[in-house]
């Protein structure tokens, strides 16, 4: 795996920095802010906004995509 450095600036300091959770992760944890649920009813796609309090700087070809972990702990 190549290394890719990224930019982070923090707006919370109370709040850890993106971080894999196990070795081979395809992508860092990023903790929000609040807590948020969605009701079961909601469906598959139904979306709440979250601040995460932080910003990132990635190179050309990188993004940070928010994926829910549901049922993982």
Do not use: N
Request: glycine content about 10%; aromatic content about 6%.
């Amino acid at each position: 795996m190549s290394k890719v450095d990224v930019l982070i600036q923090r707006f919370d300091p109370g709040l850890p920095l993106p971080a894999y959770a196990h070795a081979g992760d395809a992508g860092a944890d990023l903790v929000t802010a609040v807590d948020v649920e969605l009701p079961p009813a909601s469906g598959p796609g139904s979306r709440r906004a979250s601040g995460s309090r932080c910003r990132t700087a990635t190179p050309l070809s990188f993004t940070p995509v928010p994926v829910w972990a549901l049922g993982l702990g």
